[in-house]
């Protein structure tokens, strides 16, 4: 399976934007990116997920690099709800793997 | 619509118990699985299925064991349950489709939270 490499931590403030990064320089071309979150206490939320292209939701942004070696997911407007664990997984198979992810804190 | 529902919420089992984790949906979801996480971990892939009847082992499958007999329900048995295996337990389910699989999200439950002493 690709691998995925993502800081451990980040930290931003309420209401600005947050980039967080990916790398992932093995991504096959049958890979999907997918981004999950996990609020404490609570299991994993879709976030959201694309292949090449660019994706928006109402939730978050997608940038994907041209070669697909690395993928930004962009908060737009953090807020305190926003603190949680980020996954970024490649998914091309019916099982997905979870990595350690970035944990984001939200300061008021 | 529940989406991914999952009992007990909690459970505390003394060592060599065995138990059934139950996990339902009702999105008919081909794919349905099963993932643990210890504390401060990420989420460890344990058995899942593509199907009523199809079953195969993820990345820590020993020590638990599962069957698929409808699409709604996919149940984790511990046969003989050890303190190593006090983790959140969760499950989770997405659409399946063969070649597109990457395509489709997953949805999780709440999880369990097991302790064994």
């Known amino acids: 399976d690709a691998k995925t490499t993502q800081p451990n931590s980040m930290e931003s403030n309420e209401e600005e934007p947050v980039h967080l990064p990916c790398n992932h320089s093995?991504?096959?071309?049958?890979?999907?990116i997918h981004w999950y979150r996990q609020l404490p206490s609570q299991g994993p939320e879709y976030v959201i997920h694309?292949?090449?292209s660019n994706v928006n939701n109402r939730m978050a942004s997608l940038a994907i690099a041209e070669d697909r070696k690395s993928s930004t997911l962009i908060l737009h407007r953090a807020t305190l709800r926003d603190a949680a664990v980020y996954y970024c997984?490649?998914?091309?198979?019916?099982?997905?793997?979870f990595g350690a992810g970035t944990r984001l804190t939200v300061k008021p | 619509n529940a989406g991914v529902t999952q009992t007990p919420k909690f459970q505390v089992l003394k060592t060599g118990q065995s138990m059934t984790l139950q996990c339902a949906q009702d999105?008919?979801?081909?794919?349905m699985s099963w993932y643990r996480q210890d504390p401060g971990m990420g989420l460890r892939l344990i058995h899942y299925?593509?199907?009523?009847?199809?079953?195969d082992q993820g990345e820590v499958p020993n020590g638990y064991n599962v069957s698929r007999s409808t699409t709604e329900d996919f149940p984790l048995r511990l046969l003989s349950a050890a303190p190593s295996q006090t983790s959140v337990y969760f499950c989770a389910s997405s659409y399946s489709s063969a070649g597109l699989a990457g395509y489709y999200e997953q949805y999780f439950g709440p999880g369990t939270r097991l302790t064994v002493t």
């Open positions: 997984i490649l998914r091309d198979s019916n099982d997905m793997r």
């Open positions: 999105m008919n979801h081909e794919y």
């Open positions: 694309g292949l090449t």
């Open positions: 299925s593509v199907g009523a009847g199809i079953t």
């Open positions: 093995t991504i096959s071309g049958t890979d999907y």
